[in-house]
């Protein structure tokens, strides 16, 4: 199969389609071996008052760097949303309650036993009340800068790792007749993810409503719970599976470049401060229907072109012909772990190779290679991946890749949580500052009906904000360079935006510097004698 995907793009529509299913079967194999289709149940140890499970890979690796830098927020999933409508907060209440009894994740705490940490979940409570705070008394304008406030600051608020709890939810109430409401979610990552929030929104959603009509609960019973997927992760990887997929990563891996050398507008600090920024911008409903064109047309996936477009711009930013770029995926390729909430999302790290001044075609094809191979062995995680190839570790910047590209397949920023209706209640998000970077640079993309929106989150400690808002400008016109024109080597995509063009033009025919009457090495010279105690240079 490895043959037909290198020449998918010249095969026929319906062969294509043929591979994609043979490529989806693959990967349910690969995802269900060697125990069978389905996650068991793990035994709860009979005569046990609170069982401890393993933790699962991706956990493992988020305690350890608690550990290592505690009282740090950027491991924190936070949204919010705002309840138009009547509310009946006692309902409210009893919903988030049955959500919190539904989730063992949402009621697990972590404990250490012989140096070794382990998962315990605490029992149901029935006593669960929701925090309110009532901003209604403050004027329009106060008011809404309030609910924000409140909300950042409610989303870098610490968790405690140890004793949870883990998952955390706040009413505000904006209106004094009790028609508007912002109801603001916190959870820790190691106990959720993106996909994660989507079900949570979806289950207050469902119950509240059900509830409010005076019926009991329609969601199914969970069979297995996320201790269980960490128990049956840590024996089925192993052995022979194991071998395969770190086989694969380290093949397509190595001689991986240490670091992506962006030209940033600071020194890189010895130590990560997860301090970030975010810019958005939306492209043309034009220019993302000409890339779905391109889509067509090279048999590719939206994603696939995309993150060619993402590599090419970073490496005429850097000069480097191999860009390596991390990719979250959801992990839930078993139908048990859809409605579940729990720490699943791996992350792939596709390389995006443009050595010998490639096409913007060819470059589209090697990065649907690399992706459709990263694929079928998705399965290994991130962390086991770090530990197997051992890289040299830098505090200063993540390992692997310092840079991420998303594509949602929702207009928000936390999949699932979109506007909708429980009962008489309307449901929106609610947009709030959230600080933080985990990398260099991560660009997220969704498609609306008037075009590509297109975030970009970026370390303030490397880049200002003026610097990210170009980069956001060259992007949208390399973009439509190569959609316009595949055939263009990687040297000729167009990146400077018409005002910068104007600018470099008129600059030219009017600025004038005069000639120095020394020489560059006559100049230190003379520098260096008048102050020879004067730091010359300083790196980092």
């Given at each position: 199969?490895?043959?037909?995907?290198?020449?998918?793009?010249?095969?026929?529509?319906?062969?294509?389609?043929?591979?994609?299913?043979?490529?989806?079967?693959?990967?349910?194999?690969?995802?269900?071996?060697?125990?069978?289709?389905?996650?068991?149940?793990?035994?709860?140890?009979?005569?046990?008052?609170?069982?401890?499970?393993?933790?699962?890979?991706?956990?493992?690796?988020?305690?350890?760097?608690?550990?290592?830098?505690?009282?740090?927020?950027?491991?924190?999933?936070?949204?919010?949303?705002?309840?138009?409508?009547?509310?009946?907060?006692?309902?409210?209440?009893?919903?988030?309650?049955?959500?919190?009894?539904?989730?063992?994740?949402?009621?697990?705490?972590?404990?250490?036993?012989?140096?070794?940490?382990?998962?315990?979940?605490?029992?149901?409570?029935?006593?669960?009340?929701?925090?309110?705070?009532?901003?209604?008394?403050?004027?329009?304008?106060?008011?809404?800068?309030?609910?924000?406030?409140?909300?950042?600051?409610?989303?870098?608020?610490?968790?405690?790792?140890?004793?949870?709890?883990?998952?955390?939810?706040?009413?505000?109430?904006?209106?004094?007749?009790?028609?508007?409401?912002?109801?603001?979610?916190?959870?820790?990552?190691?106990?959720?993810?993106?996909?994660?929030?989507?079900?949570?929104?979806?289950?207050?959603?469902?119950?509240?409503?059900?509830?409010?009509?005076?019926?009991?609960?329609?969601?199914?019973?969970?069979?297995?719970?996320?201790?269980?997927?960490?128990?049956?992760?840590?024996?089925?990887?192993?052995?022979?599976?194991?071998?395969?997929?770190?086989?694969?990563?380290?093949?397509?891996?190595?001689?991986?470049?240490?670091?992506?050398?962006?030209?940033?507008?600071?020194?890189?600090?010895?130590?990560?401060?997860?301090?970030?920024?975010?810019?958005?911008?939306?492209?043309?409903?034009?220019?993302?229907?000409?890339?779905?064109?391109?889509?067509?047309?090279?048999?590719?996936?939206?994603?696939?072109?995309?993150?060619?477009?993402?590599?090419?711009?970073?490496?005429?930013?850097?000069?480097?012909?191999?860009?390596?770029?991390?990719?979250?995926?959801?992990?839930?390729?078993?139908?048990?772990?859809?409605?579940?909430?729990?720490?699943?999302?791996?992350?792939?790290?596709?390389?995006?190779?443009?050595?010998?001044?490639?096409?913007?075609?060819?470059?589209?094809?090697?990065?649907?290679?690399?992706?459709?191979?990263?694929?079928?062995?998705?399965?290994?995680?991130?962390?086991?991946?770090?530990?197997?190839?051992?890289?040299?570790?830098?505090?200063?910047?993540?390992?692997?890749?310092?840079?991420?590209?998303?594509?949602?397949?929702?207009?928000?920023?936390?999949?699932?949580?979109?506007?909708?209706?429980?009962?008489?209640?309307?449901?929106?998000?609610?947009?709030?500052?959230?600080?933080?970077?985990?990398?260099?640079?991560?660009?997220?993309?969704?498609?609306?009906?008037?075009?590509?929106?297109?975030g970009l989150e970026y370390a303030s400690d490397l880049f200002d904000e003026a610097t990210v808002r170009r980069m956001l400008g060259h992007f949208g016109v390399l973009l439509t360079g190569a959609a316009a024109d595949s055939d263009r080597p990687l040297s000729q995509l167009p990146l400077l935006t018409p005002a910068e063009e104007r600018e470099l033009l008129v600059n030219d025919q009017t600025t004038h510097a005069a000639i120095p009457d020394r020489l560059v090495h006559e100049q230190f010279a003379r520098v260096a004698a008048e102050r020879p105690d004067a730091v010359a240079v300083r790196c980092g």
């Amino acid at each position: 199969m490895s043959e037909q995907i290198k020449d998918f793009g010249r095969l026929s529509p319906a062969k294509q389609k043929l591979l994609l299913r043979r490529l989806k079967a693959q990967l349910e194999k690969t995802g269900r071996e060697p125990g069978g289709g389905s996650i068991p149940v793990s035994p709860r140890r009979q005569g046990v008052k609170d069982p401890l499970f393993p933790l699962s890979f991706a956990q493992q690796r988020l305690w350890f760097l608690a550990q290592l830098e505690p009282g740090l927020p950027n491991y924190h999933i936070p949204t919010a949303l705002r309840l138009g409508g009547p509310l009946r907060v006692a309902v409210l209440e009893r919903t988030l309650a049955e959500v919190v009894r539904r989730h063992e994740a949402l009621r697990t705490t972590f404990v250490t036993v012989d140096d070794e940490p382990f998962q315990r979940v605490l029992p149901r409570r029935d006593d669960w009340r929701l925090p309110q705070a009532d901003l209604s008394g403050l004027p329009d304008d106060l008011r809404e800068a309030e609910a924000r406030r409140l909300a950042t600051q409610e989303a870098r608020r610490i968790f405690d790792i140890e004793n949870g709890p883990h998952f955390r939810a706040t009413l505000l109430r904006l209106a004094a007749d009790g028609s508007e409401h912002a109801l603001l979610f916190t959870l820790h990552h190691i106990v959720s993810d993106g996909w994660s929030m989507g079900v949570l929104v979806e289950e207050v959603r469902t119950l509240y409503a059900t509830y409010a009509a005076g019926q009991p609960s329609p969601l199914p019973r969970i069979e297995v719970q996320y201790p269980d997927f960490a128990d049956w992760q840590r024996g089925w990887l192993t052995g022979e599976v194991l071998d395969r997929q770190v086989a694969y990563w380290k093949e397509h891996l190595a001689g991986i470049p240490a670091a992506l050398d962006l030209p940033a507008d600071h020194p890189r600090p010895p130590l990560q401060s997860f301090r970030g920024g975010h810019l958005g911008i939306r492209y043309s409903r034009e220019l993302l229907d000409d890339l779905q064109h391109v889509c067509e047309r090279e048999g590719n996936t939206l994603f696939m072109t995309l993150l060619a477009a993402f590599g090419a711009l970073l490496a005429r930013y850097t000069g480097q012909d191999d860009i390596p770029v991390g990719s979250p995926i959801a992990n839930r390729n078993r139908y048990e772990l859809e409605g579940l909430i729990g720490f699943f999302v791996n992350t792939l790290v596709l390389r995006v190779e443009l050595g010998g001044d490639p096409t913007f075609r060819a470059i589209q094809g090697r990065v649907r290679e690399t992706t459709l191979g990263a694929y079928a062995h998705q399965d290994l995680p991130f962390e086991k991946l770090v530990e197997e190839l051992r890289p040299e570790r830098d505090l200063s910047r993540t390992p692997l890749f310092q840079v991420m590209f998303i594509l949602q397949n929702t207009a928000s920023r936390t999949p699932g949580v979109a506007g909708g209706e429980a009962a008489e209640l309307s449901l929106a998000p609610l947009e709030f500052s959230d600080p933080t970077a985990k990398f260099d640079l991560t660009i997220s993309a969704y498609e609306t009906p008037d075009g590509l929106q297109v975030g970009l989150e970026y370390a303030s400690d490397l880049f200002d904000e003026a610097t990210v808002r170009r980069m956001l400008g060259h992007f949208g016109v390399l973009l439509t360079g190569a959609a316009a024109d595949s055939d263009r080597p990687l040297s000729q995509l167009p990146l400077l935006t018409p005002a910068e063009e104007r600018e470099l033009l008129v600059n030219d025919q009017t600025t004038h510097a005069a000639i120095p009457d020394r020489l560059v090495h006559e100049q230190f010279a003379r520098v260096a004698a008048e102050r020879p105690d004067a730091v010359a240079v300083r790196c980092g």
